[in-house]
């Protein structure tokens, strides 16, 4: 037998209903901010996720999936979405022209990583970016978004975790301070952290490993080194919070795993997904257009993992719902059912029967099987009478219509105009 490869999933229907009710709420949320959809493709040029999220990090270290093309160009599977968005916006000249720009997608994500609980090598997410506008309005409302979608999904035990770690001109004395207090303490260092320490000491603060945590809280703080201006572009957004009741904890040593982050940065994190206990993050990333090649613009955005939800969502039971199926008894009846499946299928209503139906026991398992909300049931004497049998699954009732009533019958009680 063929097996699938490590880290990466079928998702059969018993779990499908869950999983677009996810995408389905982020898309009805999205869509009540203005923001518009964007299919982005799976694979890019290495060079845009090496240039955009960072050499030194380790995503572009150890975990992309890279490979030759036949021309012998470098490709990647890409393994986060806002470096192909940004890459996307500049290339499409008629977007970047434009004073503001609020784009939303989701799809799957591949990176090479230890296959465990949250975290696989092909994982979903949702996001969002907004370009073209430094007003912190917008970083409330990309945290926002999220914070409304996670309340229409039902997820309430998380914290919103926010700090901001400026620009690149008032970081680098941070920087050049975080470097200083990891040099005392190398020998406690992971082999990794280690390494970063020279190519990029922000990143020490993101290490997972359990002595690197403990290490990281005695480290130099950032808000100590914020200039004017990203001090108060914290504070207006942080007000916005509070003005419109989100709450948050301020952790001035959260910077994110990846490097085209400015100013603002934010995780959503949980106690309910062990060491994976973020299920969506994201923040400011003013320089990065311009790394792509495009003219000066500040945007900002989030993603969020659809896997890493829905195990928050376990206790949630979401079905999807067969309008009608057809209940039918004898060879005379299976033209007309066939017929009539057309018709329901036409007028926008659901339906399945069994060409090889043996007996209405079976049929109406079959039924049940697949929650549909109503039998429709055609017997010897309704197949001579010219009527049908509409039997409400849920509560048992059942009502005898004339043939030429099926269709709108069983609309109005759809709900269906």
Request: hydrophobic share 35%; glycine share 6%; net charge neutral.
């Amino acid at each position: 037998m063929i097996q699938k490869p490590p880290g990466v999933e079928d998702i059969f229907p018993d779990r499908i209903s869950k999983f677009n009710h996810i995408i389905h709420t982020a898309k009805e949320v999205f869509t009540l901010y203005n923001y518009r959809e964007v299919i982005l493709p799976i694979m890019e040029y290495t060079e845009v996720f090496a240039r955009g999220i960072g050499d030194a990090t380790d995503i572009v270290t150890k975990e992309m999936f890279t490979f030759e093309d036949r021309g012998g160009r470098s490709l990647t599977l890409r393994p986060e979405g806002t470096a192909s968005m940004v890459r996307a916006y500049v290339e499409n000249g008629e977007y970047n022209r434009l004073a503001l720009c609020k784009f939303f997608y989701h799809g799957p994500m591949f990176r090479a990583e230890r296959p465990q609980k949250g975290r696989l090598r092909q994982f979903n997410q949702f996001g969002a970016e907004v370009f073209g506008s430094d007003n912190p309005w917008y970083d409330f409302e990309i945290i926002s978004l999220m914070n409304e979608i996670a309340r229409r999904l039902g997820i309430t035990e998380y914290n919103l975790l926010i700090n901001s770690i400026g620009c690149p001109d008032c970081r680098k004395p941070y920087v050049g301070e975080l470097f200083n207090y990891y040099t005392t303490h190398v020998n406690e260092l992971c082999d990794d952290c280690k390494k970063r320490l020279h190519t990029n000491p922000l990143r020490l603060l993101d290490c997972k490993v359990e002595g690197c945590i403990e290490l990281k809280q005695n480290a130099p703080k950032i808000n100590q080194y914020l200039c004017t201006s990203c001090n108060e572009h914290f504070h207006q957004t942080i007000n916005l919070l509070q003005q419109h009741s989100i709450n948050y904890i301020h952790d001035p040593l959260l910077v994110r795993g990846l490097d085209y982050y400015t100013k603002t940065t934010f995780e959503f994190v949980t106690t309910k997904l062990g060491g994976q206990n973020a299920f969506a993050a994201g923040g400011r990333y003013n320089n990065l257009v311009e790394l792509f090649g495009g003219k000066p613009t500040p945007a900002v955005g989030f993603a969020a993992g659809i896997e890493r939800i829905e195990l928050l969502l376990e206790q949630l039971s979401v079905k999807e719902y067969l309008d009608v199926y057809i209940v039918y008894s004898g060879d005379n009846a299976l033209p007309f059912v066939m017929q009539m499946a057309e018709q329901l299928r036409r007028d926008n209503i659901s339906c399945d029967f069994d060409p090889h139906a043996k007996g209405f026991k079976t049929q109406f398992k079959r039924a049940d099987r697949e929650n549909a909300r109503f039998s429709l049931i055609f017997g010897e004497d309704e197949v001579k009478n010219n009527t049908a049998t509409i039997k409400d699954m849920s509560s048992g009732e059942q009502v005898t219509v004339k043939s030429d009533v099926i269709t709108t019958f069983l609309k109005e009680k759809l709900g269906k105009s």
